[in-house]
């Protein structure tokens, strides 16, 4: 239990009277006395370097037995002078009846004026107090037995109400003049009992009679509150049925009822509950200690009760053994009174009473709620909730906010380490309130903790560790565990060696990390939110990353980027120690900030390497580490003795992944692959010579350059150029064909087989069919590295003449060099087909150089007997000698006639179907010509522009309208 109030001071008032009610009013205590008098006490200002009264006070070392033994805990206002005696009113009652009760109303407005209501056993009035002077302002007709008042302000009105046995007496006040006020009654309503308690409720009278509630709304229209008491055995039919005391308690949106002992609470929308709040016995009196307490009074002791839960947090005994205590208070003090004694207590400041909870601790029990600490945190998160932002404890809402968060994450961290609540610390708790990642993750081993494994010497050493935290690495290898758990949706298990730590430690172990796996889960939720904008919206307030994050470790890191890291690294330590198989998606997803060290440490040591290269490679790559994961395949490819690693397959795979911003990378460690592997021209083709994006974005001329210091130059020309997707133009287009010419002659330079072999060779083949079809390589450069000395390269320069156009030199080198007079037949033939005239005069050339030799006349003979008809035949005529036998013209003469016969056949057709087509040209002219279009006058408007005709120029339209001739054209 803790102290809510403290004792601070005494009053003894003036010998031969007692108290019979008191009644508070900020700055004034009013005592109302037996004799029918009333005592003003006026509160001393107390400045804020002098101690409260009682507050110095000792209490003593003994156990308190008697009231006298009380009284010495509280300071005597005759030494204190916390209060003072300003005005003693004597017989106010009138008749020296006892005040029963004192009501203070707020009228005036003014603060040298008090009003109060006064009740005795014969009336109710109304006084206004100035200074030492009270003056008797109203009185309530037939107010005899007046058991309740509530004063109201509603709907700009001042009420009264007044509960006179069963009768419930409504006034309405209003100022006549400043100084004057008018009682007019508004409404009178009879209860079926007598009326016991009258209070406000949700803009609603609520009122309490002998048996039951009642509700009066604005309309002054009365219902009946569903009844959810235990009635004893009634006897009010004997008259021995005890009255029952009521009380009606308001806290925030929620109120209490109490009757007797029991206590039910009353919501906005009238649902009602039986309370968890129960009393051993009747109370004689109750108060409400804002914003969480309930006080009880009793005979010989009081007790501070927590409304929501009815725990109790303090009990005081007073010894005062009366059962006529009369007690009032407000949210600095709480004031009670018997015989000739007003003891005043201080309600202790809401940080002293955070403190107080804070400090509660015991030993570890079987449930937290019968935990001393988990009780204290629980009483300080609910004290917290209720104190309203304005409160001086807090700077606002936030502050109110980071307080309730600092008090929850002590919550969480007591669950975790006594009682093994991890999903209620890490997920309920951890993630709602933004607990810090470093109060979680300290929470858990260095293996786990990403924190301490990145920076380890900048954490200081706990002293206290829980179980969890005493879990070792080498307390989970080789137990058989499953990793599912209550809160997992992946069953996937691993399996271990032999258990070192109990299979129950280990089992509570991996819960504990499953619902870290959420917990970190969320925190990249929020972590990603802070990314687009400085603040985040958490329970209706701003917040910003330096509020809910520790200082970073790593100056050289924003704050951001070290916390990402240091969540992404322990969530990938949390799945490779417990869940390795989701280590893949996790490695893979692009936001991914990992620690690479820690990643290649775990992932790549014992026989984890090959197990988890993937993801490992999946790592590097999204983190575009590319240097670190080809320098470590490189060392498994030629160390490790595990075949899924062994190998050029890994880097080439990788390779294949780089586009041509990492060119330089690529040509780094494609360098081993092509030197050591003996299929050099396949692995060539899978790294640079693939449809890929990648492949696409090298620079083609980088990857030529390198490849052809490989002598893999021809095979990466072909495909570029054959097979590739790759859209080369102009120079560039230019280069590679003529590049690719220039590889395949020096190959073949290289040959010192027979000319029958050179020309089956596959290159050979290649750059003959390369140089007929190809038109945009370099014809000179070309030319130039053509060997034209030695005959078996004469054919390749056929193919570059013809490009020249230097056709004459092609059939010098097809008949003169090669003797092959089909070829060159055949090469004139082509250039025929393209431009006759070029073709012809290649026909009459080579005529001329079968003419140089006597023995060429079957030949020639041949020439004009394909080919006759392209020549011309009064120079081919001319061209044979006057020894030529006229015998072998025959075939020429006759093709050539028939030819002839053929071309004149065709052009008179064709005039006469150009004179056919004249005449129906002609006949349209004068159907066109005959055409008309009837104006009935000059005053005929225009379709265009609606105008008269006149005797202009006119036009037709498409729609056979006739208009102007200038709207004709503007249209």
Sequence with gaps: MIDIIEPCNRIRIPEGSRITSIANDHSKIYAGLSNGDVLVYTKSPTPDNKEQPGSAATTTSGKIRSLNDVKSLFSDNSESKFVSLTATFKNVSSDGTAIDNITTVKLGGEPVKSVIVVTTESSVRIFEIIGTHINQIYKVEDSKAASAVLYLEQHEQRLLYVGIKKKLVVFQISNKTRNLFSFVKLHELTMKDKIRTIDKFNGKILV??????????????????????????????FGLSPVPRLWTINQDDTTLLVRDTQAVTIEPDLTMAVSPVKFQSVPLQIVSIYPLYLLAVYSKKIEVIDSETGDLIQRFQHYINSNQIYITGDDAQITISSGSDILQFTIAPYQQQIDQYLALSGPVTDEPKNDLKHKGLAKAISLVTKIPVHDSLFTGEKAKHMMLRKLYTSKAILLFNSYSKYH??????????????????SLFPDFINGESSLFPESLPEEKEMGAIKRVKVDDLTGASINTESEYDTDTASRRSPTLKKSPVMIRRFQKAVNNLIIYLTDQRRILASFQDKPTMQWKGIDITPREIYPAPHDTKKTQLEEVATIIDTSLFLCYFHVKPMLLGPLLRLPSNRCDSKVVNQCLSRGNFGASFIKELLDFYYGRNLHDEA?????????????ELVQGPTLTIQYLQKL??????????YAGWVLDECDEKVSECRLIFMNDSYQCESYDPEQVLNYLVDRNLGVVYLEWLLNDSDFELKGKQLTNFETKLATLYLDSLKLFTGDDENFYALEYYTKLYNFLKVRTHYDPWKTLKQIPTTQDKFLRLVIFVYKRLEEHQKSIDVLFNQLNDLEGAMDYALDIYGTTPHLGTGLFHKLLDDLLNYDDNFDKIETLLSLHGTKMQIHKVLTQLPDTF?????????????????????????KAQLYKVGTVNMEDKVLKIQSEGYKISSSKQACAVCNKRLGYAVFGVTKDNQVVHYGCLQSR
């Excluded at 002998?210 to 569903?226: A, H």
């Excluded at 209620?424 to 993750?441: K, P, Q, T, Y």
């Excluded at 470590?632 to 490790?640: D, V």
């Excluded at 586009?659 to 780094?668: E, P, R, S, Y």
């Design 630 to 642: 080809l320098s470590m395949l490189h060392k498994l490819a030629h160390e490790s003795t595990d």
């Design 208 to 237: 309490g009679l002998s048996t039951d509630y009642w509700i009066i709304n604005d309309q002054f229209e009365v219902s009946p509150l569903d009844d959810t008491f235990t009635h004893p055995t009634s006897f009010s039919y």
């Design 885 to 909: 036998p006229i015998s072998k013209l025959t075939q020429f003469l006759t093709h050539t006639f028939a030819n002839n016969h053929k071309l004149l056949h065709n052009s008179r057709i």
């Design 424 to 441: 209620e610390a890490l997920v309920e708790i951890g993630s709602e309130w933004l607990v810090s990642f470093h109060d979680i993750l």
């Design 659 to 668: 586009t041509g911003d990492h060119i330089d990378l690529v040509f780094k």
